[in-house]
Each structure stands twice: as C-alpha cells, then as structure tokens.
C-alpha cells in the first residue's frame, strides 16, 4: 500500500512522513476515522513507508519495489503483525485469536481495505456472533512483542478497532504502551475512539482521518475505480465523503440511474403542485426496486443539503458540477432555514416507509405532497 494509493489526505501523509524523516516516530500512534474511511490503508501506507529498504530522504513514498515493501502489500511480513476482532466459528471452535484467522485476513484486505467489522464477521463466517479482541489474544500479543524484528528496523503491530477489547487485553495493551518495547510500532485504527480507555488515549498520538472532500472522491472513482463520471459524482454525494460506503453502494447497484435528473424533476413537479405527474412519476419510483428507492430518498436528502448551503453562501458548495449549477440556483430560493428540517424530516420519513415494505407508489404521491406544500413556505 502506498501513500499514493490512497485519495486525498495530503495533510496526514506530510505529517506521517516527517515524523520518520525527522526520527520523531511515536511508539503509539492512534488512525481515527469512520468506518469506511481511509484509517486502516493510511496505516498500512505508513507501516510500508516506514520499513521501506530504500526510502530516499526526499521520497515521498515507499518504493513499492524492495523485499519489504512486496512483503507488506501482500501482509505476509514476519515484522507486521495484526490483532483484529474475532469469535470462535465453524473452522476456530474454541480459543479464537487473531493469528487463526491470518489467511483470512490477509484475503479480506486485500480484496478491499475499506470494509467495516460487519463484513469481517461476514467473511470469517460468524453469523450473528459478536466480534472482539479477547483477553487470550492479551497472552499472544505479549509474547508476541517480546521478540526482536526478524528483518525490519520497526516491529509493527496494527490493532484494528481497539474500542472491542476485552478488559483484560486493553489493560495488557495500555502496559506495552506505558513501557513500549524497543524499535516497537503500535498502530491502532479505530472507528469509535470514544470508547477507548483514556488512559490509552492518553497515550497514543493521534492520527485524524477525515472524509474525503465530494470532489476528491469524485476524481478517485473516476480514475482509479474506472467509474464514469456521472456516476462518480453521483456516488461521491451519496457516500459523503466515505470511500467504504462509495465502493459498497458500486458494488450493490444493479442499474445506473441518473438520480440527479430524476431529483431535478421530481422537485418541479412538486413546486409546481402537478398531481398528475407526480402520479406519473411515482410508477417510475416504483419501477427503481426497492434498494435503489431507498439509495434514491438517499440522495434525495444529501442533494437537499447542497441546495440549501448553496443558497446560504455559494463558497459552502465549492465544486458544484456545471450540469448541476442551473438547477441547484434556482431551487436554493425554495429551500431555507424555515423549511429545510420539515423537508428533510418528509425524506426521512419515505426512506423509512419504503425500508419496511410499505407501498413504495404511495409513499412517493405522499411525499410529493406534502413536499409540494413545504416548498411554497420557503
């Protein structure tokens, strides 16, 4: 994995860089970030950069080419070492570690390092059992630490979502980072920091990672996913910045629908208070299926968004498509501060109905309707 692989975050990599130029590296670094976000690849960049054999001083970037870095891209490195959530299974029926699911794991990764712990669970086969770091793995992770790198300058050990540790394996966790072990790299990369131990916080450097700016996103599905623009655009608004949720919704789209247009239609015929049309137009909703119905409403609410920061400042909505600029001038007159909450509480609302199977026709005439008079309020 290399920093280059990874969108945006230009502020994180630069501060992750000259924390190894300058040999200010911390024992103890904590990725935090949403699910989905870039957390646990911008560790995994920075494990490589870190065991780089040829890492220029002016690099930017590990070389991608010496025996270290081929050796962490495909995870199989004796020096870079995992603790992850798991749960016993079909295959692990008792003492379930992290280091029993390895070849698992690796495959995970590999396939997509923007996943979440519900696909984790998915791909180790745990049903509905909950996932997390036990007190055994505390055992593992101390004889683990207590050997020398075989063949890198740095031990690293990545802990992925900490926040699920056992009592007894933070307590473990929190002595190795009291008294760290020498030439030893901890990176957690977490989604819920909050739920971490302070005493742990209080020992870690943190490392924020933010979502991804709309037109970042956009530009990265574009030229390296290969999606076509518009649908880039259109993923790019419905993820909010979340690479993991753009990549999922990629992957779960059965056809390619032009919300945009379909939203700019939808919203004249409401202004316009064209029953007629909106009867029209709900056969079309109807003919979405129901997950792209839900990932419309989706839409819906996030367009929404844009359209009222829009007509509060134009700065707040700095990439705005040109084939959406028309469109999105225009209706920000109808959609204010007096009326946003009642419109985006009747999106809501729909996307709720139509996730529990009510009929998807009449949640879209009812909702045109009474948007239809919500938007004369503005």
């Keep these: 994995m290399r920093f280059s692989d990874i969108p945006g975050q230009q502020a994180v990599k630069q501060v992750l860089r000259q924390s190894v130029r300058r040999n200010h590296v911390a024992h103890a670094q904590l990725f935090r970030g949403a699910e989905g976000s870039a957390a646990l690849t911008l560790a995994l960049a920075y494990a490589a950069f870190l065991n780089c054999e040829n ?10 080419q010496c025996s270290s870095c081929q050796k962490i891209d495909k995870l199989v490195h004796p020096d870079l070492n995992f603790i992850v959530p798991v749960t016993t299974t079909k295959a692990v029926a008792k003492d379930a570690v992290s280091s029993k699911f390895a070849a698992e794991w690796r495959a995970f990764v590999l396939e997509n390092p923007y996943q979440g712990l519900n696909d984790w669970m998915q791909a180790i086969g745990a049903d509905n059992k909950q996932g997390s770091i036990s007190k055994e793995e505390s055992l593992q992770l101390l004889r683990l630490v207590s050997l020398k790198a075989f063949e890198a300058q740095f031990k690293i050990v990545v802990i992925w979502l900490p926040e699920l540790m056992h009592s007894a394996a933070a ?15 901890f990176l957690l990369v977490s989604y819920a920091p909050e739920q971490l131990l302070p005493t742990i916080i209080s020992r870690v450097q943190p490392v924020v990672v933010r979502a991804l700016a709309e037109e970042e996103l956009t530009h990265w599905l574009r030229d390296e ?5 518009a ?10 910045g979340n690479i993991g949720r753009a990549l999922a919704a990629q992957s779960t789209a059965t056809d390619d629908h032009d919300y945009f247009t379909l939203f700019a239609a939808w919203m004249r015929t409401c ?39 829009f007509g509060l400042d134009p700065q707040l909505v700095p990439h705005l498509p040109t084939a959406e600029q028309p469109f999105v001038q225009g209706f920000s007159r109808f959609v204010t501060p007096r009326n946003a909450g009642p419109l ?11 996730e529990r199977n009510a009929n998807p026709r009449m949640v879209f005439v009812d909702t045109s309707l009474r948007l239809a008079e919500l938007l004369r309020q503005a």
């Design 271 to 309: 202004y316009g208070n064209k029953v007629s049309e909106m009867l029209e137009k709900s056969d079309e909703f109807q003919k979405l299926g129901r997950e792209n119905q839900k990932e419309f409403l989706h839409y819906a609410l996030t367009a929404l968004r844009k359209v009222l920061l």
């Design 55 to 64: 890492r220029a001083e002016a690099a930017d970037d590990s070389c991608g």
């Design 231 to 240: 649908k880039a655009r259109q993923l790019a608004l419905l993820a909010e």
């Design 344 to 354: 985006t509480q009747q999106l809501n609302d729909a996307h709720y109905h139509v």
């Design 225 to 229: 996913q290969k999606v076509p623009e």
């Design 171 to 185: 307590n473990a966790v929190l002595k190795l980072l009291e008294e760290p072990p020498p030439a030893t790299v």
